[in-house]
């Protein structure tokens, strides 16, 4: 069995290498030019990469024609909400243009490949307690420039393959966590800054943005594990949510990894921490 991750070095890509290693799938992954390898530096020796940046079409294909994938996990993304308003222009680049240009690589030449495009629950917007909680078939109504990206790329998946038939299946997935999470999310910058104050690196002060927000998270080994049935069992163009389906605020959150520390922290709401549009 022959797996190609886009992203194989992020948060998410380095669990699902791990695992598709221990199913004996040969590994091939994607990594940007200059992407640091940490998350997979236990494993680097048992993958073949290829320094791809998704927006370039040309070495995208490339990659496609040298590892004939029989899967392919589409996990290569501008990931942020909050970097999504700051760089629209480029999340649109990477997240759509990209997913487009892996698309038409391997409806060109490995046609009975199996994709899976890492969708979010963030195409659903802002979503009435009524509605909760969330269903597939809850419109889509999203709040924010990721939430549109990954809209976008589900209909294109959905589209080749309608018209290919080029089995894309869709995982909307809800908040991830665990190890490797990138301090850019919530519940790892809170990790990392209960960290520096434990090891005497920073004052006993906690910065936050909101903690109002409702959250359904699922641990990424969970997750990946999840990925690997869903690319062998989902229909494809159908999207399948993929959460624990229990709500979770953001301040219980807050208050169980402040729990941790027997140390009198103080908490402190900083504006830049803040998503304007939340949901």
């Known amino acids: 069995m022959r797996v190609l991750i886009t992203g194989i070095a992020g948060f998410v890509g380095s669990h699902l290498a791990e695992y598709a290693l221990k199913k004996n799938a040969e590994i091939f992954g994607t990594i940007l030019p200059n992407e640091p390898l940490n998350n997979i530096a236990h494993i680097k020796n048992q993958l073949t990469l290829f320094k791809c940046d998704i927006t370039d079409a040309k070495k995208l294909e490339l990659a496609v024609k040298k590892s004939k994938p029989d899967f392919v996990f589409h996990l290569a993304a501008q990931s942020s909400v909050t970097h999504s308003w700051k760089i629209p222009q480029k999340t649109m680049q990477v997240n759509v243009i990209g997913t487009t240009n892996l698309l038409e690589s391997l409806h060109r030449y490995t046609p009975s490949a199996r994709v899976l495009l890492a969708s979010s629950r963030e195409v659903y917007g802002k979503v009435k307690k009524s509605d909760l909680p969330i269903k597939e078939k809850q419109p889509a109504k999203p709040a924010n420039p990721y939430g549109i990206s990954k809209l976008a790329m589900e209909f294109l998946?959905?589209?080749?393959?309608?018209?290919?038939?080029?089995?894309?299946?869709?995982?909307?997935?809800?908040?991830?966590?665990?190890p490797r999470r990138p301090a850019s999310f919530a519940c790892s910058d809170w990790?990392?800054?209960?960290?520096?104050?434990?090891?005497?690196?920073?004052?006993?002060?906690?910065?936050?943005?909101?903690?109002?927000?409702?959250?359904?998270?699922?641990?990424?080994?969970?997750?990946?594990?999840?990925?690997?049935?869903?690319?062998?069992?989902?229909?494809?163009?159908?999207?399948?949510?993929?959460?624990?389906?229990?709500?979770?605020?953001?301040?219980?959150?807050l208050?169980?990894?402040?729990?941790l520390s027997d140390r009198d922290i103080k908490v402190v709401r900083d504006e830049k921490?803040?998503?304007?549009i939340d949901v």
């Not at 641990?219 to 993929?242: F, H, M």
């Open 255 to 259: 208050e169980m990894i402040l729990a």
């Open 191 to 253: 990790a990392e800054q209960l960290a520096e104050i434990e090891l005497g690196l920073k004052e006993p002060k906690i910065e936050i943005g909101v903690v109002t927000a409702l959250r359904d998270f699922t641990d990424v080994r969970d997750a990946v594990r999840a990925y690997w049935l869903a690319i062998q069992k989902c229909n494809p163009a159908e999207p399948y949510n993929l959460c624990s389906g229990k709500a979770l605020k953001m301040k219980k959150v």
């Open 157 to 178: 998946g959905m589209q080749y393959y309608y018209k290919y038939g080029l089995e894309a299946i869709i995982m909307r997935s809800f908040n991830l966590t665990g």
């Open 273 to 276: 921490k803040v998503v304007k």
